[in-house]
């Protein structure tokens, strides 16, 4: 009977103060919602390419069987280059049917399979990466794509874009405080709308037919930014 009783006073007891909504601030002047954006650039200090080998053959077991065996010298070119087996990931395989048709286009044929395997590979020593794409060239693989350039850590980058966002907001604030005879306050709220990467400057891979240099690899610049939504009371 006790332990009923107890229950009972639980259920009627009102809702713990802990699941209560913070209020907002009392508003004593005039509120000002601002969006602000800083940027911060840095240089792109890893590379990603995609490596891939297409092979063909009258059967699907041979064409795979083939593929497999360029993918095999593909990836140990790709080690005996300095690239680590986590930074290999495989990134799609297929095998589809290949078919040929008349000069009208019609009674199509199957006369084989084709295989395709691509892997993506990361790599940080930007400067060898035309060495890295002649060398695949040279081991059969007949798919790259990239380099698409990017930063490992971009935290301090962020971070300063934020600090710039700030400020960027503080002086509109200031503007519009002016503008309108009052002065800026307290802040009343920050909300952050996300960082964002925008490539800047040149990425470029010059030709690699009949084993052109591909040294010139131009990494630029890449441009974080940060978008806040700054509230302010003007006084």
């Given amino acids: 009977m006790r332990k009923l009783f107890l229950l009972a006073l639980l259920a009627a007891a009102p809702l713990a103060p802990a699941l209560a909504q913070p209020a907002e601030p009392a508003l004593r002047g ?23 080998v297409v092979t063909s053959a009258a059967t699907a077991t041979a064409a795979l069987e083939q593929n497999a065996a360029r993918m095999a010298t593909v990836r140990a070119a790709l080690k005996r280059a ?52 002649d060398t695949l060239v040279a081991q059969g693989a007949n798919q790259i794509s990239g380099p698409n350039l990017s930063i490992d850590k971009p935290e301090a980058g962020l971070d300063e874009a934020r600090t710039k966002a700030l400020a960027v907001a503080r002086a509109r604030a200031e503007l519009y405080a002016r503008a309108l005879g009052k002065r800026v306050g307290r802040v009343l709220a920050v909300s ?44």
């Fill in 30 to 52: 005039t509120r000002l919602d601002v969006v602000a954006t800083g940027e911060a650039n840095r240089v792109p200090d890893i590379a990603r390419i995609s490596a891939g």
């Fill in 82 to 133: 300095g690239i680590a087996d986590r930074d290999i990931q495989t990134s799609s395989i297929n095998l589809f049917p290949d078919y040929r048709q008349d000069e009208r286009g019609n009674n199509p044929q199957l006369i084989g399979y084709r295989a395709s395997n691509e892997v993506s590979v990361r790599f940080r020593d930007i400067a060898n990466t035309g060495k890295i794409l």
């Fill in 192 to 235: 952050e709308a996300g960082p964002s990467f925008a490539p800047y400057g040149k990425v470029a891979v010059q030709s690699m037919a009949r084993g052109a240099d591909t040294n010139l690899i131009e990494p630029g610049e890449q441009t974080l930014s940060v978008t806040l939504n700054v509230s302010y009371e003007l006084e």
